[in-house]
T-cell receptor, first 114, second 111 residues
Framework: GAVVSQHPSRVICKSGTSVKIECRSL??????MFWYRQFPKQSLMLMAT?????????EQGVEKDKFLINHASLTLSTLTVTSAHPEDSSFYIC??????????FGPGTRLTVL | SQQGEEDPQALSIQEGENATMNCSYK?????LQWYRQNSGRGLVHLIL?????REKHSGRLRVTLDTSKKSSSLLITASRAADTASYFC???????????FGEGTQLTVNP
């Protein structure tokens, strides 16, 4: 299957700082990428849908000014958590849509905000 | 929002036994997918079943879909300790659209 990478895999930051997470499709072009958040022992919650060259579509309850998404190319989408707080600590997972019906998931980024 | 409910939430079996996980959803769908997640890792796609399909097999996996009951099941036969993971169903309302995940089943296979 296609490969999606995320960087960094793990990040620890102080409260109030901003953190950028990258999601790359390594061997295919993804017009659409999705960002999910997963709290411990819970399921994945879709945060936003990112389309190359246009503004992201955010799910209800997700603050677009706090979670900035940029999809600048067909192989790269970034999620920036601005002014991070401890409650933002979570596992962030991206996926990239390749062929119809199938999404390929990245390995996830563990964010810990102190 | 999460539309999928999975049961059981946790399942513990012995190696060699079969494991069955169920998933229910609320809206009409184009397809339903099952994923596996090892602790702290990303998701691995297992199998996709379309709304016009009733059953699908892949190796030791068997998935059924009953659109009249809005439910699906995942059967893992002859389980192995390496099958220990969380299993999630996810539905897509249209082809290639966003996925809505179920709550997941934590499967533990004891050696």
């Amino acid at each position: 299957g296609a490969v999606v990478s995320q960087h960094p895999s793990r990040v620890i930051c102080k409260s109030g700082t901003s953190v950028k997470i990258e999601c790359r499709s390594l061997d295919f072009q993804a017009t659409t990428m999705f960002w999910y958040r997963q709290f411990p022992k819970q399921s994945l919650m879709l945060m936003a849908t990112s389309n190359e060259g246009s503004k992201a579509t955010y799910e209800q309850g997700v603050e677009k000014d706090k979670f900035l998404i940029n999809h600048a190319s067909l192989t790269l989408s970034t999620l920036t958590v601005t002014s991070a707080h401890p409650e933002d600590s979570s596992f962030y997972i991206c996926s990239a849509a390749g062929t119809i019906n199938e999404q390929f998931f990245g390995p996830g980024t563990r964010l810990t905000v102190l | 929002s999460q539309q999928g409910e999975e049961d059981p939430q946790a399942l513990s079996i012995q190696e060699g036994e079969n494991a069955t996980m169920n998933c229910s959803y609320k809206t009409s769908i184009n397809n339903l997918q099952w994923y596996r997640q090892n602790s702290g890792r990303g998701l691995v796609h297992l199998i996709l079943i379309r709304s016009n399909e009733r059953e699908k097999h892949s190796g030791r996996l068997r998935v059924t879909l009953d659109t009249s009951k809005k439910s699906s099941s995942l059967l893992i036969t002859a389980s192995r300790a390496a099958d220990t993971a969380s299993y999630f169903c996810a539905t897509a309302e249209t082809s290639g659209s966003r996925l809505t995940f179920g709550e997941g089943t934590q499967l533990t296979v004891n050696p």
